[in-house]
């Protein structure tokens, strides 16, 4: 296999000295197809897209969305001179807006008048049922009395001169008396509406608000449209009003939501930026050549290109763990180009190989190290991919198929663009030229500290690595994980103008959203049950851990005890229109009472409930009721993962008595299984990248004295950065995790690289190798420390925290393999007596001499 690699690159090797532009041109055509597909790729940033497809509660949740109005909110401001102007206004905009087309308006909210009114009509049903019975107990009472007046039976209750005594006698039903029985529950209904007078109208009659309920998405083009079409109505309206000061605004979910994702989109966008460009700025610091930086720009952004235009064929979207790898699958696929170039360089340069044999001495040279580099990065990768995890599945198959494309891209393009590039102007100069001299730098202090300290630094690194267990012992015992929500979340952006106007209608219209999770059931007749079984859950918990506070259904919103008010309420009215009938209430008396008395005595249903008042338990189809609402526990924080997992295990899955079973899904049962897969997932990954890993040393290796030397070298390096983690008591998230698995496998890459140039070079010329090869793979680490550096620049906590991770993840393997396992090389060849060469070394005469 190895045999046949290496003629098939020696011909390869051939084309592309002969026929560069073949190459070149082959690689630019292949660019279309694959830009055109990674530009098709979008951008999820909801947490469900990080759990399997087939995990029931994303299921529930899919269910949910299609059956739930969900829709999103466009709210249209207005800000004028005074309540009469605004409610002009509103009354003249809000019937044009419920006439725009049903796939851009869903509907209209204006105020709370019409669910007044509704209120109002029927408050002697929301009345309690011991008021009515109080009125009722009066009014049949008064009535009593009345007609025992009027027929002389009442039993003695008046004085001597034919006055009641006052002390027995039944309280009359006055207007007054029916009002405050019929009005207490409506009024507290009003006390807690928002606005003014039924409108959205608040900041003393200076700003109105009208929602408009769209079906369309924050991503939609149409959401465009119809903020179009709404501006030209308020332009069309405006005249109308007789208020010049009037001025529009718009906010509403619609619109934050739309600013948020251009925010996550701008973030990424920036954090990819700033990588790129500080790894190419480490790179032409390394080689001080534009040339060889404009190369390798080219063959990194092919690289990039191929891997973003698989990752649309093989996973079709980003995710928010996949989202910013441009600046990793950079940073780490840019290390093939380093190695390469630094010895095609080494080969024109001080060799004074030809063309062809520059080329091909480099394919030789650095095929085996760089491919094995690639084959444990790609293992490390792929155990990412190999978890039911999204947020590790996808990253994996992204950035392990980027690795082997930007491998394939530097062996493909790379040589072929460097002909052409000699074609100009060779790379052919004095081996002590200023360029070579700094270049060393980046080996030369680690070479130097390893011969001149090799028994110290092993000593300290033997001492450490002891250290490093017990830490790492400690760390995963006490439970390494993520539980403060927040600390995997956005920072807080900068308020927009929608934002903050947002903040002005909230305390107008109230919060459009609550804390509350809906859980969907199928029918109307399982929702009693579905509420009996969830509290009887709450009430099995202990005090002071309940896993919620109440649940609230359209039931919540209907009169109790209908049948037996309409009943009091009947026998009540027959006895008041007798009354009236017979002369006891007087004409003046029934004016005053008349308005106050119930003009239907009939029940209310679901069906009878107004659109404002129903809107948060109807569905899609307008289906009403099956919706139910489950609400956290007071003074608990829905950031705090473990209250999160006991709410979601509350309502998770609950058996109805009939064997009906109703799934529960948002949030809280997202973020529970995201957690429950990690901790599932995670010694899954780290296990497969530990022993593919292994495998790959193994054979890349046959001494396996030094095999089994790079691997525990390796280890070192992943330890110390465990160690980091649990000094500075860093937690694991969804995303940081990631850092151990492929810190194993990046890490890889720098200790094979300089054992595999040692052993090609000879164990003599360990200094010579540190001081070139060791200088690259520091350009290599550094490249890809940038890249991870780049992205603490994100406004995404947990981004942020993977960037730290993995840049100490970086550091300490590097250091491990540029500082630890030479000075253990250097230590073997003082106790054989063997003196390793100095350098610089002697040139080798050039090709053909």
């Known amino acids: 296999m190895t045999r046949w690699l290496e003629r098939a690159l020696t011909a390869l090797a051939g084309v592309q000295v002969r026929r560069p532009w073949i190459i070149v041109s082959l690689v630019v055509l292949s660019l279309l197809p694959a830009a055109w597909m990674a530009s098709q790729l979008q951008l999820r940033t909801a947490f469900s897209e990080l759990l399997p497809d087939d995990k029931p509660s994303v299921i529930e949740l899919k269910r949910i969305n299609e059956r739930m109005t969900g829709m999103s909110t466009l709210t249209v401001v207005a800000e004028g001179s005074g309540p009469d102007s605004l409610k002009r206004w509103v009354d003249r905009v809000a019937p044009r807006l419920r006439e725009l087309p049903p796939e851009l308006v869903g509907a209209v909210d204006d105020g709370t008048r019409e669910a007044r009114k509704f209120f109002e009509e029927n408050k002697h049903l929301y009345a309690s049922l011991e008021d009515i019975e109080k009125l009722h107990e009066d009014v049949i009472t008064r009535y009593d009395h009345e007609v025992g007046k009027a027929t002389g039976t009442d039993l003695g209750l008046d004085d001597e001169d034919g006055e009641d005594v006052a002390s027995e006698r039944p309280p009359p039903i006055t207007a007054e008396s029916v009002e405050q029985r019929f009005r207490k529950k409506i009024d507290e209904v009003n006390a807690q509406s928002p606005g003014l007078d039924g409108y959205y109208i608040g900041e003393e009659g200076k700003l109105a608000a009208i929602l408009v309920r769209t079906p369309l998405g924050s991503g939609s083009e149409k959401a465009f449209e119809l903020r179009t079409r709404i501006e030209r109505i308020l332009e069309e309206e405006k005249p109308t009003l007789g208020d010049d000061s009037l001025r529009f605004g718009f906010t509403g979910n619609l619109i934050t939501s739309a600013e948020q994702h251009q925010a996550v989109k701008a973030d990424l966008a920036n954090v990819g930026l700033w990588g790129v460009g500080l790894i190419l700025g480490a790179v032409f610091l390394f080689f001080l050549r534009f040339r060889t930086l404009f190369a390798m720009t080219l063959t990194i952004a092919i690289g990039c290109v191929w891997s973003f235009g698989m990752a649309a064929l093989t996973v079709g979207y980003l995710n928010s763990a996949t989202g910013f790898l441009v600046s990793i699958i950079a940073g780490n696929g840019i290390n093939f180009g380093i190695i390469y170039m630094a010895r095609f360089i080494e080969a024109r340069r001080d060799q004074r190989l030809a063309t062809m044999d520059a080329i091909v001495a480099s394919h030789r040279d650095t095929y085996a190290p760089t491919l094995a580099a690639a084959g444990a990065a790609m293992i490390a990768y792929g155990s990412l991919a190999a978890t039911d995890f999204h947020g590790f599945k996808h990253f994996g198959i992204i950035a392990g198929a980027g690795m082997v494309l930007c491998w394939a891209a530097t062996y493909l393009f790379l040589p072929a663009f460097l002909v052409l590039i000699e074609r100009v102007r060779p790379m052919v100069g004095d081996e002590g030229s200023w360029r070579a001299n700094i270049k060393g730098v980046y080996g030369y202090p680690f070479a130097w500290t390893a011969r001149r300290f090799p028994r110290a630094i092993v000593l300290l690194a033997a001492a450490s690595a002891i250290a490093t267990v017990v830490l790492s012992v400690r760390y995963f015992r006490d439970d390494p994980m993520e539980y403060d929500l ?50 009887r859950r709450r009430a099995a918990a202990p005090e002071g851990n309940k896993p919620f506070q109440k649940v609230v259904s359209i039931y919540d919103v209907l009169p109790t005890d209908q049948e037996k008010k309409l009943e009091l309420l009947e026998e009540m009215m027959d006895r008041i229109e007798r009354a009236r009938r017979r002369g006891s209430i007087s004409d003046e008396d029934w004016a005053k009472l008349e308005p106050h008395l119930p003009k239907k005595l009939e029940q209310i249903g679901i069906p009878e409930l107004p659109e404002l008042v129903a809107r948060s338990f109807t569905e899609k189809d307008g289906t009403r009721g099956n919706i139910v609402y489950i609400v956290p526990s007071e003074g608990k924080s829905v950031y705090d993962a473990r209250y999160l997992m006991s709410w979601a295990d509350s309502f998770r899955e609950v058996k109805l008595p009939n064997g009906d079973v109703i799934l529960g899904t948002g949030d809280p049962v997202v973020f529970s299984d995201m957690l429950l897969n990690i901790e599932e997932d995670a010694p899954k990954a780290i296990l497969m990248s530990l022993v593919g890993t292994l495998v790959v040393i193994l054979m890349v290796f046959r001494a396996k004295r030094d095999g089994w030397l790079a691997l525990a070298t390796l280890m070192l390096g992943v330890g110390w950065l465990i160690a980091f983690l649990a000094l500075f008591d860093i937690k694991l998230n969804f995303l940081n995790f990631v850092a151990l698995p492929i810190g194993i496998g990046i890490g890889a890459d720098y200790v094979i ?84 060469r100095s350098f610089p070394f002697r040139r080798r005469p050039p090709a053909g001499s």
């Open 486 to 535: 927040a600390n995997i979340r956005n920072e807080r952006l900068d308020p927009t103008s929608a934002g903050l106007l947002s903040v002005r209608v909230d305390k107008i219209v109230g919060r459009l959203g609550q804390d509350g999770r809906a859980i969907l059931t199928d029918r109307l007749d399982q929702v009693r049950p579905l509420i009996e079984e969830l509290e």
């Open 753 to 836: 690289n300089v054992l595999k140039r040692r052993q090609i070079e000879g164990r003599l010329e360990l200094y010579r190798v540190l001081v070139q090869t060791g200088g690259a793979v520091v350009l290599c680490s550094l490249t890809t420390t940038l890249g991870y550096l780049a992205l603490l620049l994100s406004i995404n906590r947990a981004v942020k925290s993977f960037g730290l991770a993995a840049a100490v993840g970086e550091l300490t393997t590097v250091i491990a393999a540029v500082l630890v396992l030479p000075a253990i090389l250097f230590w073997r060849l003082q106790r054989s007596g063997e003196v390793p």
